[in-house]
């Protein structure tokens, strides 16, 4: 008999665009920049680089690690603008109707060539940095932000969410390189 | 405000620094600065300086306040250069 409430469905989470690994790619960068404005990226970046470097009790210790992290998430930054240009580029009409702050978007850090042809900023981040290393290096730098108890005012109520849209940032990296060059 | 009374009551070691040319045309040093460097070029400059200093051997033995010390002073740094460079840019358009 129906009793009027919704059957339980034990160890089930809804579907989230994240962890869709067969999805498009292009919706995914939809979602991620619905939720994210491209400047966000930037400017969580470089809190997450400075913690990075004054956190003691980080994957950071040697100054070679310091190096590695401060040009990946140079490079990373630059990205997350690149990825933007491929996504309203595919989607101009599309991304003025969903996003509202499509028009305000002013890209910081992207000279006039980069800007003419983001495909190269990706290419240079996939060449530059393996897979492996830059999920690796991602965790690293979260870790570091999340153990960090210094003065620095911080706050960690959506680190995790950042966390994933940066990494679903550089997933979409290396498919939209995959699929240029049909590697 | 770590040095507030230094800055109200600077020290004649203080002022020693500043050349007469600095003391009576303040407005030059900024106009060369940025006649020279425009604003890119000292951002950038300026991160590499800090990326060399915190990738180097010797801050592995800094303690997290020495480190954020040095960031923190990269960071008014940086913020001094855009604010003079607005000044620039306000002092250019009124001449």
């Known amino acids: 008999m129906y009793n009027g409430q919704a059957e339980r469905k034990r160890f089930y989470k809804p579907h989230h665009f994240l962890s869709d690994e067969n999805g498009s790619i292009m919706k995914g960068l939809e979602q991620v920049f619905i939720d994210y404005h491209p400047c966000d990226f930037i400017e969580d970046l470089r809190e997450w680089q400075m913690l990075a470097m004054i956190n003691e009790q980080s994957a950071y210790d040697e100054g070679s690690a310091r190096e590695n992290v401060l040009d990946f998430t140079a490079a990373l930054m630059k990205l997350s603008e690149a990825l933007w240009l491929v996504y309203e580029k595919n989607c101009r009409d599309k991304a003025t109707k969903i996003l509202k702050h499509a028009a305000d978007v002013r890209l910081q850090l992207l000279s006039k060539k980069e800007t003419a042809n983001p495909h190269k900023v990706i290419q240079y981040f996939c060449y530059t940095f393996s897979k492996r290393y830059a999920k690796i290096e991602l965790l690293d730098l979260l870790e570091a932000v999340i153990t960090y108890e210094g003065d620095r005012q911080v706050y960690k109520g959506s680190l995790i969410l950042m966390y994933q849209h940066l990494d679903y940032l550089v997933k979409a990296a290396y498919n939209i390189h995959k699929r240029q060059f049909k590697l | ?95």
């Open chain 2, 1 to 95: 405000m770590l040095h507030k009374e230094f800055v109200n009551n600077p020290t004649a070691e203080e002022l020693w620094n500043l050349s007469k040319d600095s003391v009576e045309q303040p407005l030059k040093a900024i106009y060369q600065f940025f006649d020279t460097y425009g604003l890119g070029s000292p951002h950038e400059r300026l991160w590499q300086m800090l990326k060399l200093t915190l990738s180097s051997k010797e801050v592995n033995d800094w303690n997290e306040v020495q480190r954020e010390n040095s960031i923190h002073f990269y960071e008014m740094l940086l913020a001094l250069i855009k604010s003079n460079y607005v000044l620039f840019l306000k002092m250019r358009k009124e001449l």
